[in-house]
């Protein structure tokens, strides 16, 4: 009894799936006085947050095409 309480407590639920948070936190976290910074650092971090935002849009048209 105790393995199939166990088994349905694993399972991921919807809300799980739409948590962005951890996107969220990357896009507006505080920076830190410490972090070396240069110019690669910075360029890639730039870099990432554009391809993230593409890749968010992108799905989000694709969500929007297939339900209008």
């Known amino acids: 009894m ?3 309480e ?11 799936y739409f ?4 996107v969220a936190g990357y ?4 920076k830190d006085p410490n972090r070396p910074t240069n110019f690669s650092i910075r360029s890639m ?3 990432n947050k ?3 935002t593409v890749f968010l849009l992108g799905i989000i048209y694709l969500i ?3 339900l209008f």
């Open 27 to 30: 896009f507006f976290r505080k």
């Open 64 to 66: 929007a095409k297939r």
């Open 50 to 52: 554009i391809s993230m």
């Open 2 to 4: 105790e393995n199939k």
């Open 45 to 47: 971090h730039v870099i």
């Open 19 to 22: 948590q962005l948070g951890e």
């Open 6 to 16: 166990q088994k349905s407590s694993d399972k991921n639920t919807i809300k799980e």
